[in-house]
């Protein structure tokens, strides 16, 4: 019901990845790294070799900065929307769009396993209680449909980081 509020979401789920390469650099970058290679989820390895996640960080800064409640539960909920006590559906669409751009090489840069679209039924599930066009379709109808404009997305980004758009 609020776009922007979802907009300033999904600029702020992952603010948790800045405290961790700000704090402890060298450590996050191995836990990336390792990620990267080993095509996992990075809050999986940052979790096992960290001992916490960017959504613990990045839960710290929010309180930290006073942020909305509503902020803070996206942040810490994104990887876990049904631990969302408070606003669940907004936390189920950014946790479906992080999935999103993670499968489409938009999130770290690379191929994740195993892929990130293939178990959301229950975000998707959550997703539709708060928002009733989700119940419309299928999450696997939703990625395919929103295929072609993940496709334009990924162009967009690819040519703003090779400068032709500067």
Known sequence: GDPEKAYLAGLLHDIGYIVNLLVLPGETKAAMERARRDHLFAGEVEYSDL????????????????LADTMVEVILCH????AATQNRGLVAIVSLADRL??????GLGYP???????????????????CPMADEMSWSEFVKESASYVGEIHELVVGLCAGSYI
């Open 79 to 82: 990887h876990e929307p049904a």
């Open 112 to 130: 994740e396993t195993p892929d990130p679209l293939a178990a959301c039924a229950d975000e998707w599930k959550l997703l539709a209680e708060h």
């Open 51 to 66: 001992g916490f996640t960017h959504c613990q960080t990045g839960e710290i800064l929010a309180r930290q900065w006073r």
């Open 101 to 106: 751009c993670r499968a489409s090489d938009l």
